[in-house]
């Protein structure tokens, strides 16, 4: 079985940081796009960042400038640094991890962690 485990979360003013961690673990083969997602209450899960194996990394508009997801090298480990933080980057974040192949198996399946709060006030 794989898991995702989310570190990091936490509360802080506007303009602050957060970096935020998500390990995959389990007898993983290989995994083709770690991504973060967010849940603000009242409002469906979106999209926030993402990075594939290959170290190609994309961003919604909105984080664009401010946040940097990054990978360690022969791990299965993701990193979101999240710089400038606004009010409006409140959230549950989830990490999310796309078509991972397991060691002895050729199914390609997605798994999501059970989530970090961010919290950002004014």
């Known amino acids: 079985q794989v898991r995702l485990m989310e570190s990091g979360g936490g509360s802080v003013e506007a303009g602050g940081s957060l970096r935020l961690s998500c390990e995959a673990s389990g007898r993983i083969l290989r995994w083709n796009t770690l991504a973060w997602y967010r849940q603000a209450p009242g409002n469906e899960r979106e999209l926030v960042a993402s990075?594939?194996?290959?170290?190609?990394?994309s961003y919604t508009e909105s984080v664009k400038g401010r946040f940097t997801m990054s990978r360690e090298a022969g791990k299965n480990v993701v990193h979101l640094q999240m710089s400038n933080l606004k009010p409006e980057d409140t959230g549950v974040y989830f990490c999310?991890?796309?078509?991972?192949?397991?060691?002895?198996?050729?199914?390609?399946?997605?798994?999501w962690g059970r989530g970090t709060q961010v919290t950002v006030s004014s």
């Open positions: 990075i594939t194996s290959g170290g190609i990394s």
């Open positions: 999310r991890g796309e078509k991972i192949v397991m060691l002895g198996r050729s199914q390609l399946n997605d798994y």
